[in-house]
């Protein structure tokens, strides 16, 4: 931002021969004086941007990685978020046939919690919105918490399988004996109907695994659980290039057509 100039001043004093008004210079002086302190508050916000964007983006690095699985459907995770839940496209197509979703629920050993799926499938129509529920329960005296991992079998329905709401989306936190039920509302998006690979499916997986949660050295919460064992959970065991966790952390920062490009 330029200094405040007052070129009429300018020009007055110039051409002038004598000394200028007191009170006129008075006024140009708490001007620039404005001018100063404005600028010096738009460096500050500038610099206090940079501060928080630079900050904001290393712990965000990890769950970029699972937004765009879940964006994409890769591996078999389900979709979220994308911008398929317009009224219009929630509505069931009648004359289409059932798919049949099967609710998975498993847990690492680390884990001292029961968690089960409270129904065992639901016939839904694509289109159709769904709620389902789970139900966990921390066996230990001790606070825990916990994080889940999902993915949808077959794994080329995962593009069509749009979670609205799920306890999935962040981490969850029982108290010591605490029992709780967790919901699911999801739909399977009428565009599997036009996808010659998935005409035949009529059961579908819907797998989650919930582990204990440990803080990494940036302070981030991750399952407590070796590599292999989340990649399995996340759907990437059957991939020959599945992306390790440093892999994942640099793939967070690139944009998801060219991590869908290379995967």
């Given at each position: 931002?330029?200094?405040?100039?007052?070129?009429?001043?300018?020009?007055?004093?110039?051409?002038?021969?004598?000394?200028?008004?007191?009170?006129?210079?008075?006024?140009?002086?708490?001007?620039?004086?404005?001018?100063?302190?404005?600028?010096?508050?738009?460096?500050?916000?500038?610099?206090?941007?940079?501060?928080?964007?630079?900050?904001?983006?290393?712990?965000?690095?990890?769950?970029?990685?699972?937004?765009?699985?879940?964006?994409?459907?890769?591996?078999?995770?389900?979709?979220?978020?994308?911008?398929?839940?317009?009224?219009?496209?929630?509505?069931?197509?009648?004359?289409?046939?059932?798919?049949?979703?099967?609710?998975?629920?498993?847990?690492?050993?680390?884990?001292?919690?029961?968690?089960?799926?409270?129904?065992?499938?639901?016939?839904?129509?694509?289109?159709?919105?769904?709620?389902?529920?789970y139900t966990a329960k921390n066996q230990s005296s001790r606070d825990i918490i916990g994080i889940a991992t999902y993915n949808v079998t077959p794994d080329r329905v995962a593009p069509y399988f749009s979670k609205v709401e799920c306890f999935?989306?962040?981490?969850?936190?029982?108290?010591?004996?605490?029992?709780?039920?967790?919901?699911?509302?999801?739909?399977?998006?009428?565009?599997?109907?036009?996808?010659?690979?998935?005409?035949?499916?009529?059961?579908?997986?819907?797998?989650?695994?919930?582990?204990?949660?440990?803080?990494?050295?940036?302070?981030?919460?991750?399952?407590?659980?070796?590599?292999?064992?989340?990649?399995?959970?996340?759907?990437?065991?059957?991939?020959?290039?599945?992306?390790?966790a440093e892999a994942r952390d640099l793939k967070s920062t690139e944009s998801p057509t060219s991590s869908k490009t290379q995967s």
């Open positions: 931002m330029a200094e405040y100039i007052d070129t009429n001043f300018i020009t007055e004093l110039s051409s002038s021969k004598s000394p200028p008004n007191p009170e006129v210079l008075h006024q140009i002086l708490l001007k620039r004086q404005a001018a100063r302190a404005a600028k010096n508050r738009a460096l500050l916000m500038y610099s206090s941007a940079v501060i928080i964007i630079a900050v904001g983006a290393s712990y965000a690095a990890v769950p970029l990685y699972r937004i765009f699985c879940a964006a994409t459907g890769f591996a078999g995770t389900p979709k979220v978020g994308t911008g398929r839940f317009e009224p219009e496209r929630l509505v069931p197509v009648e004359n289409a046939r059932r798919i049949k979703v099967h609710f998975n629920a498993d847990r690492s050993e680390q884990l001292p919690w029961q968690f089960t799926p409270q129904q065992k499938f639901i016939s839904v129509l694509p289109g159709e919105t769904s709620l389902a529920f999935c989306f962040e981490e969850q936190r029982l108290l010591a004996g605490e029992e709780v039920d967790m919901p699911l509302l999801f739909f399977i998006d009428k565009d599997i109907l036009e996808d010659p690979s998935c005409k035949n499916v009529e059961d579908v997986v819907l797998s989650y695994t919930f582990f204990r949660a440990r803080r990494n050295e940036r302070g981030q919460l991750e399952p407590d659980a070796d590599e292999d064992t989340v990649q399995a959970s996340l759907g990437f065991s059957g991939y020959e290039n599945a992306p390790k």
